[in-house]
């Protein structure tokens, strides 16, 4: 009998997508515990940390999001064929934190100045870096994926991230890499995710 799974996230994409993913990616069956903003009081107290996203593995609790999808990419073979492997994606997903909370800092920042300079921080700095590695780790591996010639939990990051790039209050565009743009067209027509994308929930992020 196989383990039992529940996930229990906020009924939006944020930072608690890349696991819901990752179950899409392996074909494997869960419970998508969606919490509304407005239960979130009542729902606070039963969390490990206080905090969602959190993971049942017959009914032990796993939180942070990071974790979670690590675990979850080991649990279902979505980690390449090596520990060097594994490094690589752990390099990348790395880089693609740091840009999520730059992210963070630029959305939830009031001072419109303070704003404004962070902006120009991310475009002209953050995503050049994080994308840039990324372009570079794409143009060595002639798979069309981030490592090895298969889906790991890098790739299903990325087109995560990129999915909050589209929709994020800023001009990124990321054309000028166009080997993450074929990236996100690849993975996004794998038949488990595709199917995924088409039916989840429609949400504001």
């Known amino acids: 009998m196989g383990k039992k799974y529940v996930y229990h996230y906020f009924n939006v994409k944020g930072r608690g997508e890349t696991p819901r993913l990752l179950f899409a990616a392996a074909g494997v069956e869960y419970k998508d ?3 509304e903003f407005s239960d979130w ?3 606070k107290g039963t969390t490990p940390l206080g905090a969602l996203p959190y993971l049942e593995v017959d009914g032990q609790k796993i939180p942070e999001s990071v974790a979670i999808a690590r675990y979850l990419a080991n649990e279902f073979g979505l980690v390449g064929k090596s520990n ?3 490094a690589k994606i752990d390099v990348l997903i790395d880089q693609m934190i740091a840009t999520r909370e730059s992210m963070v800092a630029i959305k939830y920042e009031k001072d419109e100045a303070k704003k404004a ?3 120009k921080k991310f475009n002209e700095e953050q995503i050049p870096k994080c994308f840039g590695y990324i372009e570079k780790t794409l143009s060595e591996n ?3 994926f981030l490592v090895g010639n298969q889906v790991t939990w890098g790739d299903l990051a990325l087109i995560d991230l990129d999915g909050m790039l589209i929709n994020f209050e800023t001009s990124t565009n990321l054309d000028k890499f166009p080997k993450v743009v074929a990236h996100r067209k690849k993975v996004e027509a794998l ?5 995924y994308l088409k039916n989840r929930p429609v949400t504001p992020f």
Do not use: H, Q
């Not at 038949?191 to 199917?195: C, G, Q």
């Open 117 to 119: 300079e962070l902006m």
């Open 142 to 144: 002639s798979s069309g």
């Open 191 to 195: 038949p488990r995710i595709s199917t």
């Open 33 to 35: 515990d969606r919490v």
């Open 84 to 86: 060097l492997d594994k």
């Open 41 to 43: 009081p009542k729902v």
